[in-house]
């Protein structure tokens, strides 16, 4: 009886840590599970935003205009993935998104590359716009200044590069 009694005491040493395991395993399963909910819902919310902008903006332009149409098209579209968002959540767009990919591989690679593409134009709109913010307000603080340090590609087309402006010896000529 000894060996029996003993075998169920070690028996249920093994499966504590186990069980623990499990345990702690569901716990860090539903806290990630509702971080989930949560982000989904400020990503819907976030789109619902600029959804509702652009239905504003689209109600202040002229009646006749081409572009009210799209950016109303495009309200309507950002207040429909809201409502996705708030009813499957992010894991049901990551679900539909691998099950297109199954399904149309050509599409879907067509698909990222339009999206790739067109991510890439909006980052070069937006920092060429920044830039062109940046340099009004440097030229400005150049023109205060009385200087014309404003444009390091400008002052290396007057000055040439930092090799020949500085160590003339590296062009490869010799000094004048």
Known sequence: MTDSLSGDLWAGEREAPADKARAAAHTVRERADEQARAQSHRAADRVRQVADELSQLARQAPDDSPTRTLVARAADGGHRAAGYLDRRGLG???????????QRPAAFVGATAL???AMGRLAKAGRAASQDQDGERDQGRSRDRGSDASDPVERSARRGTFDQADHPER??????
Do not use: S, V
Not at 92 to 102: F, H, K, P, V
Not at 171 to 176: M, V
């Open 92 to 102: 049901g767009l990551l679900d539909d998104t691998q099950r297109m990919a199954r």
């Open 115 to 117: 999206a790739g593409f």
């Open 171 to 176: 062009t490869g000529y010799p000094e004048a």
